[in-house]
């Protein structure tokens, strides 16, 4: 009799799909996958739907709307297991840069007729809504860190994912410092490792794609910025992108409003 194999779902919320594209940029590795696991609903890739319950689902996207808001809960209770992919599933998105404003402004300068949108006033993380198992960041997310996360899943085991700053990468990799040899603003020293530090690599500032590393000092990086000259307004944006609404980045900006 042939071994019952675990049934994966791939979600989308409000997001580009980048993350869901990372899984299916794992190429070979698929195949392997393919032989352990069920792929039992992901739309990006096949029009193919097997009904839950699910034993792991991904979750990409943020929470926008109030529909999204009861889909999630809905995808909570078919899965036994719950890992958001991506800084819009994990903290709101570059999409969450609305929550310092007015939805409702913008909804009436964009669209035609504002009474057919239905909107929530803030995007919010999968966590904000339901229990999440595991929260893989990235913008987009790093496909062998995805791998990883499946293989402890049918493993048994806890990810291993690294917990350290871009800076450690950049120093393995011999990389000089932005910051030092230039005077570039560089998010590096709180973001969460993941993408091999790829700007840095370029001789770019990091732009924190991966979110806050773990007990981030971010109020000590800008007293760097500001030492390197840089505005309150400018330091406020740098904490304002692809997860600018991750609570340490969200405050560190609020801290520099004026």
Not at 150 to 161: D, E, F, G, H, Q
Not at 168 to 176: A, L, N, Q, S, Y
Not at 180 to 183: P, T
Not at 194 to 213: E, I, T, V
């Given at each position: 009799m ?22 299916l940029?794992?190429?070979?590795e ?10 039992a ?7 193919a739907?097997?009904?839950?319950p ?12 109030p529909?999204?808001?009861e ?9 036994k ?34 009474s ?7 995007s ?8 999440v198992?595991?929260e ?5 997310i ?7 996360v ?12 690294p917990?350290?700053?871009?800076c ?9 410092c932005?910051m030092?040899?230039?005077?570039d ?8 490792a ?23 000092n ?7 910025f ?5 505005t309150?307004?400018?330091i406020?944006l740098?904490f ?19």
């Open positions: 042939a071994k019952k194999k675990p049934k994966l779902a791939v979600w989308k919320f409000a997001s580009c799909d980048g993350c869901q594209l990372s899984l940029d794992c190429e070979d698929l195949l392997a996958l393919a032989e352990e696991i069920e792929i609903n992901f739309p990006e890739a096949s029009r739907f097997i009904k839950g699910y034993d792991l689902s991904l979750v990409e996207g943020s929470i926008t709307t529909h999204d808001a889909r999630i809960h809905k995808i909570r209770r078919s899965s297991f719950l890992v958001t992919i991506g800084a819009c599933a994990t903290a709101g998105g570059i999409q969450a840069l609305r929550n310092f404003k007015d939805v409702n402004e913008f909804i009436s300068i964009v669209y035609a007729n504002p057919y949108i239905d909107t929530l006033q803030k919010t993380a999968i966590a904000d809504h339901v229990r198992d595991f893989l960041r990235g913008c987009p790093n496909k062998a860190q995805l791998l990883e499946i293989s402890a899943y049918l493993n048994k085991r806890k990810p291993v994912t917990a350290h700053s871009v450690m990468d950049c120093k393995r990799k011999g990389i000089v932005v030092v040899s230039k005077g603003p560089c998010l590096g020293p709180v973001t969460h993941g993408c091999d530090a790829l700007c840095p690599s370029y001789n770019r500032g990091c732009f924190g794609c991966y979110g806050p590393k773990e007990i981030p971010t109020s000590a990086l800008s007293k760097e500001k030492r390197l000259g840089k309150n307004e400018e406020k740098a304002r992108s692809f997860n600018g609404y991750a609570e340490p980045f969200r405050k560190e900006s609020e801290a520099h409003e004026e």
